[in-house]
DNA sequence: AGATTTACATACAGACATGTATGTAAATCT
DNA sequence: AGATTTACATACATGTCTGTATGTAAATCT
Protein backbone atom coordinates (compact mmCIF):
# COMPACT_ATOMS: atom_id res chain seq x y z
CA UNK A 1 0.00 0.00 0.00
CA UNK A 2 0.79 4.03 -0.94
CA UNK A 3 3.40 4.81 1.82
CA UNK A 4 1.92 8.10 3.80
CA UNK A 5 3.31 10.95 5.21
CA UNK A 6 4.54 11.37 9.12
CA UNK A 7 1.64 13.28 9.72
CA UNK A 8 -0.76 10.90 7.99
CA UNK A 9 0.41 8.42 9.62
CA UNK A 10 0.44 10.26 13.49
CA UNK A 11 -3.57 10.95 12.40
CA UNK A 12 -4.09 7.40 11.92
CA UNK A 13 -2.45 6.57 15.04
CA UNK A 14 -4.24 8.62 16.63
CA UNK A 15 -7.95 7.51 14.90
CA UNK A 16 -6.78 4.16 16.00
CA UNK A 17 -6.66 4.99 19.75
CA UNK A 18 -10.12 7.05 19.63
CA UNK A 19 -11.34 4.50 17.76
CA UNK A 20 -10.39 1.90 20.48
CA UNK A 21 -11.49 3.80 23.39
CA UNK A 22 -15.27 4.19 22.02
CA UNK A 23 -15.19 0.06 21.05
CA UNK A 24 -13.66 -1.15 24.39
CA UNK A 25 -16.15 1.38 26.46
CA UNK A 26 -18.74 -0.23 24.07
CA UNK A 27 -17.67 -4.16 24.78
CA UNK A 28 -15.22 -4.00 27.57
CA UNK A 29 -11.22 -4.28 26.50
CA UNK A 30 -11.16 -7.89 26.85
CA UNK A 31 -13.90 -8.45 24.39
CA UNK A 32 -12.61 -6.15 22.09
CA UNK A 33 -11.29 -7.53 19.16
CA UNK A 34 -8.10 -5.22 17.33
CA UNK A 35 -10.60 -6.31 14.05
CA UNK A 36 -13.26 -4.47 15.15
CA UNK A 37 -10.99 -1.96 16.10
CA UNK A 38 -9.29 -1.39 13.43
CA UNK A 39 -12.73 -1.69 11.35
CA UNK A 40 -14.22 1.38 12.87
CA UNK A 41 -10.93 3.45 12.70
CA UNK A 42 -10.94 2.69 8.37
CA UNK A 43 -7.83 0.81 8.34
CA UNK A 44 -7.15 -2.76 9.08
CA UNK A 45 -5.46 -5.30 11.96
CA UNK A 46 -1.75 -4.33 9.91
CA UNK A 47 -2.04 -1.05 10.68
CA UNK A 48 -3.25 -1.69 14.39
CA UNK A 49 -0.02 -4.07 14.62
CA UNK A 50 2.10 -1.61 13.21
CA UNK A 51 0.96 0.98 15.87
CA UNK A 52 0.99 -1.16 19.05
CA UNK A 53 2.47 -4.33 19.86
CA UNK A 54 -0.59 -5.52 20.92
CA UNK A 55 -4.20 -4.70 22.78
CA UNK A 56 -2.58 -3.95 25.92
CA UNK A 57 0.01 -1.25 24.09
CA UNK A 58 -3.24 -0.06 22.83
CA UNK A 59 -5.00 0.50 25.90
CA UNK A 60 -1.76 2.50 27.32
CA UNK A 61 -2.23 4.60 24.65
CA UNK A 62 -6.05 5.00 25.14
CA UNK A 63 -5.05 6.35 28.98
CA UNK A 64 -2.29 8.48 27.65
CA UNK A 65 -4.34 9.96 25.22
CA UNK A 66 -6.94 11.54 27.43
CA UNK A 67 -4.44 11.80 30.53
CA UNK A 68 -4.94 12.20 34.47
CA UNK A 69 -8.08 14.09 35.04
CA UNK A 70 -6.93 15.60 38.65
CA UNK A 71 -4.20 18.22 38.23
CA UNK A 72 -3.56 20.31 41.47
CA UNK A 73 -1.00 21.88 40.35
CA UNK A 74 -3.31 24.02 38.13
CA UNK A 75 -5.13 25.37 41.02
CA UNK A 76 -2.83 28.05 42.85
CA UNK A 77 -5.64 30.73 44.18
CA UNK A 78 -7.51 30.34 47.73
CA UNK A 79 -6.32 28.08 50.69
CA UNK A 80 -5.06 24.84 50.80
CA UNK A 81 -8.62 22.99 51.36
CA UNK A 82 -9.87 25.29 48.76
CA UNK A 83 -7.47 24.42 45.93
CA UNK A 84 -8.23 20.42 46.59
CA UNK A 85 -11.88 21.19 46.44
CA UNK A 86 -11.53 22.62 43.39
CA UNK A 87 -9.51 20.37 42.16
CA UNK A 88 -12.01 17.44 42.98
CA UNK A 89 -14.54 19.18 41.79
CA UNK A 90 -12.61 19.70 38.40
CA UNK A 91 -12.23 16.24 37.96
CA UNK A 92 -16.06 15.54 38.42
CA UNK A 93 -16.76 18.18 35.86
CA UNK A 94 -14.68 17.16 33.29
CA UNK A 95 -16.04 14.22 33.56
CA UNK A 96 -19.59 15.22 32.90
CA UNK A 97 -18.56 17.77 29.63
CA UNK A 98 -15.56 16.08 28.37
CA UNK A 99 -16.88 12.25 26.45
CA UNK A 100 -13.32 11.25 25.85
CA UNK A 101 -12.51 11.64 29.74
CA UNK A 102 -15.93 9.89 30.62
CA UNK A 103 -15.25 6.97 27.83
CA UNK A 104 -11.54 6.58 28.95
CA UNK A 105 -12.56 5.99 33.42
CA UNK A 106 -15.88 3.85 31.87
CA UNK A 107 -13.24 1.19 30.72
CA UNK A 108 -10.46 1.58 33.50
CA UNK A 109 -13.34 1.77 36.14
CA UNK A 110 -15.62 -0.52 35.02
CA UNK A 111 -14.93 -2.51 31.49
CA UNK A 112 -11.17 -3.75 32.17
CA UNK A 113 -9.98 -6.88 34.07
CA UNK A 114 -6.68 -6.05 35.70
CA UNK A 115 -5.15 -9.54 34.54
CA UNK A 116 -1.72 -10.76 32.77
CA UNK A 117 -0.51 -8.00 31.04
CA UNK A 118 -3.21 -5.54 32.68
CA UNK A 119 -1.57 -6.45 35.95
CA UNK A 120 0.70 -3.66 35.36
CA UNK A 121 -1.48 -1.33 34.71
CA UNK A 122 -3.10 -1.31 37.61
CA UNK A 123 0.15 -1.16 39.93
CA UNK A 124 0.26 2.22 37.30
CA UNK A 125 -3.49 2.99 38.41
CA UNK A 126 -1.62 2.66 42.43
CA UNK A 127 1.26 5.00 41.10
CA UNK A 128 -0.89 7.61 40.69
CA UNK A 129 -2.71 7.00 43.89
CA UNK A 130 0.55 7.32 45.79
CA UNK A 131 0.96 10.91 43.97
CA UNK A 132 -2.47 11.90 44.92
CA UNK A 133 -1.49 11.18 48.36
CA UNK A 134 1.63 13.09 48.51
CA UNK A 135 -0.60 15.86 47.17
CA UNK A 136 -3.19 15.61 49.36
CA UNK A 137 -1.59 15.40 52.11
CA UNK A 138 0.90 18.25 51.33
CA UNK A 139 -2.67 20.09 51.21
CA UNK A 140 -3.73 18.62 54.67
CA UNK A 141 -0.47 19.54 56.05
CA UNK A 142 -0.53 23.20 54.93
CA UNK A 143 -4.29 23.53 56.54
CA UNK A 144 -3.01 22.38 59.90
CA UNK A 145 -0.15 25.24 59.83
CA UNK A 146 -2.57 27.86 58.19
CA UNK A 147 -5.11 26.88 61.13
CA UNK A 148 -7.08 26.08 58.93
CA UNK A 149 -7.87 22.31 59.83
CA UNK A 150 -7.33 21.59 63.48
CA UNK A 151 -4.38 20.67 64.93
CA UNK A 152 -5.07 16.94 65.57
CA UNK A 153 -5.79 16.27 62.12
CA UNK A 154 -3.06 13.67 60.47
CA UNK A 155 -2.54 14.74 57.23
CA UNK A 156 -1.25 11.37 55.80
CA UNK A 157 -4.03 9.72 57.23
CA UNK A 158 -6.79 12.08 56.24
CA UNK A 159 -5.72 12.23 53.08
CA UNK A 160 -5.96 8.61 52.87
CA UNK A 161 -9.46 8.81 53.09
CA UNK A 162 -9.99 11.29 51.03
CA UNK A 163 -8.01 9.15 48.27
CA UNK A 164 -10.75 6.78 49.24
CA UNK A 165 -13.49 9.02 49.06
CA UNK A 166 -12.19 10.27 45.84
CA UNK A 167 -11.78 6.60 44.11
CA UNK A 168 -15.20 5.35 45.36
CA UNK A 169 -17.22 8.88 43.94
CA UNK A 170 -15.57 8.06 40.58
CA UNK A 171 -16.38 4.73 40.55
CA UNK A 172 -20.22 5.18 41.91
CA UNK A 173 -20.48 8.09 39.63
CA UNK A 174 -19.47 6.44 36.35
CA UNK A 175 -22.03 3.86 37.26
CA UNK A 176 -24.75 5.75 39.03
CA UNK A 177 -26.85 6.32 35.08
CA UNK A 178 -29.82 7.08 37.28
CA UNK A 179 -28.36 10.03 38.98
CA UNK A 180 -30.11 9.18 42.56
CA UNK A 181 -27.02 7.49 44.05
CA UNK A 182 -24.43 10.22 43.90
CA UNK A 183 -24.60 11.90 40.54
CA UNK A 184 -27.00 14.52 41.22
CA UNK A 185 -25.40 15.69 44.60
CA UNK A 186 -21.51 15.35 43.57
CA UNK A 187 -20.86 18.77 44.32
CA UNK A 188 -22.27 18.73 48.15
CA UNK A 189 -20.59 15.67 48.51
CA UNK A 190 -17.47 17.23 47.20
CA UNK A 191 -17.72 19.90 49.45
CA UNK A 192 -18.88 18.39 52.52
CA UNK A 193 -16.05 15.71 52.79
CA UNK A 194 -13.78 18.97 52.30
CA UNK A 195 -15.67 21.34 54.84
CA UNK A 196 -15.10 18.52 56.87
CA UNK A 197 -11.82 19.10 57.08
CA UNK A 198 -11.76 22.57 58.57
CA UNK A 199 -11.54 23.44 62.25
CA UNK A 200 -15.20 25.18 62.24
CA UNK A 201 -17.54 22.44 60.98
CA UNK A 202 -19.89 24.05 58.63
CA UNK A 203 -21.80 21.18 57.62
CA UNK B 1 -22.19 -41.34 32.15
CA UNK B 2 -23.41 -42.63 35.66
CA UNK B 3 -26.26 -40.35 36.80
CA UNK B 4 -25.48 -38.86 40.22
CA UNK B 5 -26.93 -38.77 43.36
CA UNK B 6 -29.00 -35.42 44.32
CA UNK B 7 -26.41 -34.64 47.29
CA UNK B 8 -23.59 -35.27 44.69
CA UNK B 9 -24.36 -33.21 41.98
CA UNK B 10 -25.24 -30.57 44.60
CA UNK B 11 -21.18 -31.07 45.64
CA UNK B 12 -20.46 -30.89 41.71
CA UNK B 13 -22.31 -27.99 41.46
CA UNK B 14 -20.46 -26.37 44.62
CA UNK B 15 -17.06 -27.52 43.39
CA UNK B 16 -17.94 -25.73 39.91
CA UNK B 17 -18.28 -22.46 41.26
CA UNK B 18 -15.25 -22.68 43.95
CA UNK B 19 -13.21 -23.27 41.33
CA UNK B 20 -14.61 -21.06 38.85
CA UNK B 21 -14.06 -18.29 41.55
CA UNK B 22 -10.82 -19.46 41.82
CA UNK B 23 -10.03 -19.09 38.16
CA UNK B 24 -11.63 -16.12 37.74
CA UNK B 25 -9.82 -14.63 40.50
CA UNK B 26 -6.63 -15.51 38.38
CA UNK B 27 -7.58 -14.92 35.08
CA UNK B 28 -10.32 -12.53 35.24
CA UNK B 29 -13.39 -13.79 34.43
CA UNK B 30 -13.57 -13.19 30.02
CA UNK B 31 -10.53 -14.81 29.70
CA UNK B 32 -11.27 -17.17 31.53
CA UNK B 33 -13.15 -20.82 29.48
CA UNK B 34 -15.14 -22.74 30.95
CA UNK B 35 -12.91 -25.18 29.58
CA UNK B 36 -10.44 -24.54 32.14
CA UNK B 37 -13.33 -23.95 34.96
CA UNK B 38 -14.42 -27.61 34.49
CA UNK B 39 -10.75 -29.22 34.08
CA UNK B 40 -9.99 -27.17 37.92
CA UNK B 41 -13.17 -28.62 39.06
CA UNK B 42 -12.78 -32.36 37.59
CA UNK B 43 -15.60 -32.31 35.13
CA UNK B 44 -16.52 -31.91 32.06
CA UNK B 45 -18.38 -28.49 29.83
CA UNK B 46 -20.95 -30.88 30.11
CA UNK B 47 -21.16 -30.47 33.62
CA UNK B 48 -20.62 -27.10 33.49
CA UNK B 49 -23.38 -26.40 31.17
CA UNK B 50 -25.77 -28.81 33.02
CA UNK B 51 -25.82 -26.51 36.08
CA UNK B 52 -25.29 -23.01 34.66
CA UNK B 53 -26.57 -21.28 31.49
CA UNK B 54 -23.36 -19.97 30.92
CA UNK B 55 -20.25 -17.78 32.32
CA UNK B 56 -22.70 -14.89 33.25
CA UNK B 57 -25.18 -17.26 35.38
CA UNK B 58 -22.09 -19.08 36.95
CA UNK B 59 -20.70 -15.86 37.64
CA UNK B 60 -23.82 -14.86 39.74
CA UNK B 61 -23.55 -18.47 41.72
CA UNK B 62 -19.90 -17.36 42.51
CA UNK B 63 -21.56 -13.90 43.90
CA UNK B 64 -24.04 -15.87 45.76
CA UNK B 65 -21.73 -18.22 47.00
CA UNK B 66 -19.93 -15.49 48.79
CA UNK B 67 -23.13 -13.61 50.08
CA UNK B 68 -22.60 -10.13 50.88
CA UNK B 69 -19.64 -8.50 52.64
CA UNK B 70 -21.89 -6.13 54.92
CA UNK B 71 -24.66 -6.83 57.20
CA UNK B 72 -25.53 -4.11 59.97
CA UNK B 73 -28.35 -5.86 60.89
CA UNK B 74 -25.62 -8.37 62.54
CA UNK B 75 -24.49 -5.49 65.21
CA UNK B 76 -26.83 -4.08 68.02
CA UNK B 77 -24.83 -2.95 70.16
CA UNK B 78 -23.47 0.17 70.63
CA UNK B 79 -24.50 3.52 69.28
CA UNK B 80 -25.42 4.35 65.94
CA UNK B 81 -21.70 5.31 64.93
CA UNK B 82 -20.27 2.59 66.60
CA UNK B 83 -22.48 0.17 65.18
CA UNK B 84 -21.40 1.94 61.39
CA UNK B 85 -17.92 1.56 62.35
CA UNK B 86 -18.20 -2.06 63.58
CA UNK B 87 -20.03 -3.35 60.21
CA UNK B 88 -16.93 -1.15 58.13
CA UNK B 89 -14.23 -2.80 60.40
CA UNK B 90 -16.15 -6.27 60.17
CA UNK B 91 -16.45 -5.72 56.21
CA UNK B 92 -12.56 -5.41 55.80
CA UNK B 93 -11.75 -7.73 58.42
CA UNK B 94 -13.64 -10.70 56.24
CA UNK B 95 -11.36 -9.82 53.69
CA UNK B 96 -8.35 -10.36 55.49
CA UNK B 97 -9.57 -13.59 56.96
CA UNK B 98 -11.87 -14.72 54.30
CA UNK B 99 -10.17 -16.47 51.05
CA UNK B 100 -13.35 -16.47 49.51
CA UNK B 101 -14.81 -13.02 49.91
CA UNK B 102 -11.11 -11.53 48.92
CA UNK B 103 -11.23 -13.90 46.16
CA UNK B 104 -14.90 -12.99 44.97
CA UNK B 105 -14.57 -9.58 45.35
CA UNK B 106 -10.71 -9.05 43.63
CA UNK B 107 -12.77 -10.94 40.76
CA UNK B 108 -15.94 -8.05 41.20
CA UNK B 109 -13.38 -4.85 41.22
CA UNK B 110 -10.76 -5.79 39.14
CA UNK B 111 -11.11 -8.54 37.10
CA UNK B 112 -14.48 -8.31 35.69
CA UNK B 113 -15.83 -6.15 32.63
CA UNK B 114 -19.56 -5.18 33.41
CA UNK B 115 -20.69 -5.44 29.69
CA UNK B 116 -23.30 -7.01 28.11
CA UNK B 117 -24.78 -10.59 29.71
CA UNK B 118 -22.49 -8.57 32.80
CA UNK B 119 -24.43 -5.25 33.23
CA UNK B 120 -27.01 -6.37 34.45
CA UNK B 121 -24.87 -7.54 37.53
CA UNK B 122 -23.46 -3.66 37.85
CA UNK B 123 -27.26 -2.85 38.08
CA UNK B 124 -26.62 -5.60 41.08
CA UNK B 125 -23.86 -3.42 42.49
CA UNK B 126 -25.91 -0.42 42.40
CA UNK B 127 -28.63 -1.74 44.44
CA UNK B 128 -26.62 -3.09 47.07
CA UNK B 129 -25.35 0.94 47.23
CA UNK B 130 -28.77 1.23 47.35
CA UNK B 131 -29.43 -0.62 50.50
CA UNK B 132 -26.42 0.07 52.17
CA UNK B 133 -27.34 4.04 51.39
CA UNK B 134 -30.71 2.99 53.08
CA UNK B 135 -28.91 1.55 56.11
CA UNK B 136 -26.42 4.35 56.59
CA UNK B 137 -28.60 6.76 56.21
CA UNK B 138 -30.89 5.88 59.23
CA UNK B 139 -27.64 5.28 61.11
CA UNK B 140 -26.81 8.69 60.58
CA UNK B 141 -30.57 9.93 61.29
CA UNK B 142 -30.44 7.82 64.44
CA UNK B 143 -27.16 9.67 65.31
CA UNK B 144 -28.45 13.15 65.07
CA UNK B 145 -31.37 12.29 66.90
CA UNK B 146 -29.25 10.80 70.03
CA UNK B 147 -26.80 14.21 69.96
CA UNK B 148 -23.58 12.26 69.08
CA UNK B 149 -23.46 13.82 65.36
CA UNK B 150 -24.31 17.42 64.66
CA UNK B 151 -28.03 18.64 64.21
CA UNK B 152 -26.67 19.88 60.57
CA UNK B 153 -25.71 16.67 59.55
CA UNK B 154 -27.59 15.70 56.57
CA UNK B 155 -28.01 11.85 57.02
CA UNK B 156 -28.57 11.24 53.28
CA UNK B 157 -25.47 13.25 52.20
CA UNK B 158 -23.03 12.23 54.58
CA UNK B 159 -24.48 8.26 54.09
CA UNK B 160 -23.58 9.13 50.48
CA UNK B 161 -19.93 10.09 51.86
CA UNK B 162 -19.76 7.27 53.64
CA UNK B 163 -20.38 4.89 50.49
CA UNK B 164 -17.93 6.46 48.32
CA UNK B 165 -15.38 6.45 51.23
CA UNK B 166 -16.23 2.24 51.41
CA UNK B 167 -16.52 1.39 47.92
CA UNK B 168 -13.00 3.68 47.41
CA UNK B 169 -11.80 1.57 50.20
CA UNK B 170 -12.60 -1.72 49.30
CA UNK B 171 -10.93 -1.20 45.78
CA UNK B 172 -8.12 0.18 47.17
CA UNK B 173 -6.85 -2.27 49.94
CA UNK B 174 -7.82 -5.20 47.59
CA UNK B 175 -4.56 -3.48 44.70
CA UNK B 176 -2.81 -2.23 47.94
CA UNK B 177 -0.45 -5.56 47.82
CA UNK B 178 2.77 -3.35 48.99
CA UNK B 179 0.02 -1.74 51.98
CA UNK B 180 1.46 1.19 51.76
CA UNK B 181 -1.10 3.19 50.05
CA UNK B 182 -4.16 1.61 52.38
CA UNK B 183 -3.87 -1.40 53.43
CA UNK B 184 -1.63 -0.71 56.85
CA UNK B 185 -4.44 1.87 58.19
CA UNK B 186 -7.29 0.16 57.46
CA UNK B 187 -8.92 0.45 60.65
CA UNK B 188 -7.49 4.15 61.66
CA UNK B 189 -8.87 5.30 57.95
CA UNK B 190 -12.39 3.57 59.22
CA UNK B 191 -11.98 4.78 62.73
CA UNK B 192 -11.22 7.99 61.58
CA UNK B 193 -13.84 8.69 58.76
CA UNK B 194 -16.60 7.46 61.97
CA UNK B 195 -14.55 10.01 64.01
CA UNK B 196 -15.22 12.81 62.05
CA UNK B 197 -19.13 12.51 62.21
CA UNK B 198 -19.03 12.58 66.00
CA UNK B 199 -20.28 15.81 67.22
CA UNK B 200 -16.67 16.47 69.34
CA UNK B 201 -14.25 15.88 66.83
CA UNK B 202 -11.28 13.54 68.63
CA UNK B 203 -9.10 13.15 65.57
C1' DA C 1 -40.13 -53.51 38.80
C1' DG C 2 -40.59 -50.81 35.14
C1' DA C 3 -40.75 -46.08 33.33
C1' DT C 4 -38.75 -41.91 33.48
C1' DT C 5 -35.41 -38.49 34.62
C1' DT C 6 -31.16 -36.89 35.87
C1' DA C 7 -26.34 -35.76 35.81
C1' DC C 8 -23.28 -35.67 33.48
C1' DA C 9 -19.43 -37.15 29.25
C1' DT C 10 -18.59 -37.03 24.48
C1' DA C 11 -18.86 -35.39 19.96
C1' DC C 12 -19.86 -31.92 16.53
C1' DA C 13 -19.97 -27.58 14.02
C1' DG C 14 -18.75 -23.19 13.51
C1' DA C 15 -17.13 -18.69 14.59
C1' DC C 16 -13.52 -15.77 15.80
C1' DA C 17 -9.07 -13.90 17.41
C1' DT C 18 -4.18 -13.65 17.40
C1' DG C 19 0.49 -12.98 15.60
C1' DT C 20 3.43 -13.07 11.91
C1' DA C 21 5.07 -13.08 7.31
C1' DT C 22 5.01 -11.00 3.06
C1' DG C 23 4.03 -7.51 -0.47
C1' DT C 24 4.21 -2.68 -2.10
C1' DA C 25 4.13 2.06 -3.48
C1' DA C 26 5.11 6.26 -1.96
C1' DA C 27 7.89 9.26 1.56
C1' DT C 28 11.99 10.38 3.16
C1' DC C 29 16.88 10.24 3.32
C1' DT C 30 21.62 11.00 1.22
C1' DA D 1 18.08 10.46 -8.40
C1' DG D 2 18.69 6.42 -6.33
C1' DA D 3 18.57 3.77 -2.03
C1' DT D 4 16.11 2.92 1.81
C1' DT D 5 12.34 3.07 4.91
C1' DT D 6 7.85 3.57 6.11
C1' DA D 7 2.98 2.81 6.63
C1' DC D 8 0.27 0.17 5.98
C1' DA D 9 -2.89 -4.06 3.32
C1' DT D 10 -3.13 -8.84 2.49
C1' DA D 11 -2.56 -13.54 3.35
C1' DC D 12 -1.57 -17.42 6.23
C1' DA D 13 -1.40 -20.60 9.94
C1' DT D 14 -3.19 -21.87 14.08
C1' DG D 15 -5.47 -22.13 18.43
C1' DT D 16 -9.38 -21.48 21.18
C1' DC D 17 -13.99 -20.95 22.79
C1' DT D 18 -18.90 -21.42 22.54
C1' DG D 19 -23.35 -23.74 22.31
C1' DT D 20 -25.79 -27.64 21.26
C1' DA D 21 -26.84 -32.32 20.19
C1' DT D 22 -26.52 -36.86 21.47
C1' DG D 23 -25.45 -40.86 24.37
C1' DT D 24 -25.91 -43.41 28.77
C1' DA D 25 -26.15 -45.63 33.16
C1' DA D 26 -27.72 -45.05 37.43
C1' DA D 27 -31.23 -42.45 40.63
C1' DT D 28 -35.59 -41.55 41.49
C1' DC D 29 -40.40 -41.91 40.76
C1' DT D 30 -44.90 -44.62 40.54
Redo the contacts with the bound molecule.
Sequence with gaps: ?????????????DRIVTCARQVFSREGVT??????V?KEA??????????F???ADLFIAVRQQTGTLLRFADFRTGDALERLESGLQAALDRLRTDQQALETYEVMLWKCEYVGAFASVRQDLMSASSLFLTEVTELYDEAVRMKQAPANLDPALAARETLCFYAGLLKLWLADETGVTVRAEVRQLIARHVAGRRLQKAV
Tied chains: 1, 2.
Excluded at 42 to 51: D, E, F, I, L, P
Aim: no cysteine; charged share 30%.
Design positions: MARKTKAEAALTRNTSLETAGVTRGAVYWHRDK
